[in-house]
């Protein structure tokens, strides 16, 4: 790669209540158009659980020492499709036992089709939301993948994006994505996925993922700005970390693993022992992020005891422009000077 600088978001999976707020900001902007209408470049789903598409941690792709591996192409019925409602019929024209559901058919699967159903066994049952758009990764399985040279990594931010002139559909990139985040339109008959927001990005406004989510809970910026929340999170203190790094393509989306009440006894007594069990944790982030969850927990005392914690004034980000890094123009601002350019082109 010959990127002059990387892109980079922060994820805390602690603050993040599985509102949607991300994903229908998203929705709104990008997959409104014919042929996305089963598209959500940003799910928000329940771990454990499938996601989407269904089962993807087991449908291969990327990686393992260097290597290529074979990846399953997700069927439509694996992402869910977009479901028509008897909306009409239900809520203005049918007695009071109507009930909201799909046209035509039964769906047997959708984005949050397990949504808050979660693991373990009552007392010490868990769950946490985790929040996916494309890693934009910086060894991008699905750019080596692409016969057509469709997809590439743009130097001046690291997002990978698809031109679709030169796509031909082939929907090797899709097998060749761990982390299916790739869509196939098939009215255009082209690959489609996040774009983390580059239009937005150029003119210095914030995802519409990170400025519209209500828990601050995603942080945005340059991996190489030293002062900045994301260098600060992922190298400093080594407490954000990728989703599957086995899968060897350097994502370049990372997480703030979620910490979690004690487990209780049979009595109901809590005992020192995890909520999450770490082997479930490890499964997701690796090794790593046993001494991630310490320091948290440490810092977390810390702060709760008056004392002072970088870290932890960081995560809570007070300061709500502290989160975007660079970008931190109002998308307001950028619609009026738009407005202005082209009345003076009118004029």
Known sequence: MTDKRQVAMVIDLNKCIGCQTCTIACKTQWTNREGMEGMWWNTVSTSPG?????????????????KAQPGKLPKQG???????????????????????????????????????????EYPNSFQFYIPRICNHCTKPACMEACPRGAIF???????VVINEDHCRGFRFCQEACPYKEI????????SQKCIMCAPRLEEGVPTACSRQCP?????????????GPIHKLVYKYKVAMALHPEYETEPNVFYIPPL???????EGNPIDEDRIPMDYLDSLFGPA???AIDLLKAEKAKKKAGGESDLMDTLIARNWLDLFG??????????????????????
Not at 100 to 109: A, E, H
Not at 260 to 266: G, V, Y
């Open 50 to 66: 499938e996601g989407t598409p269904k089962g993807w941690e087991k449908m291969g792709g990327g990686f393992r020492k260097g």
């Open 78 to 120: 694996e992402f869910g499709t977009a479901w028509n409602f008897n909306v009409e019929e239900a809520l203005f024209q049918g007695d009071k036992h109507d009930t909201l559901g799909p046209i035509g058919g039964d769906p047997n699967w959708g984005t949050n089709w397990d949504e808050d159903i979660g693991g373990g």
């Open 215 to 227: 828990g601050r809970v995603r942080f945005l910026g340059f991996l190489d700005d030293e002062d």
């Open 260 to 266: 979690a009440p004690p487990s209780f006894d049979e």
């Open 153 to 159: 990594k743009r130097e001046e931010d690291g997002i």
């Open 183 to 190: 869509y196939y339109n098939t009215v255009t008959g082209t």
């Open 326 to 347: 660079p970008f931190t123009t109002n998308p307001k601002d950028v619609a009026k000077t738009l407005e202005e350019r082209v009345q003076n082109r009118q004029g």
């Open 289 to 291: 992020v046993g001494p």
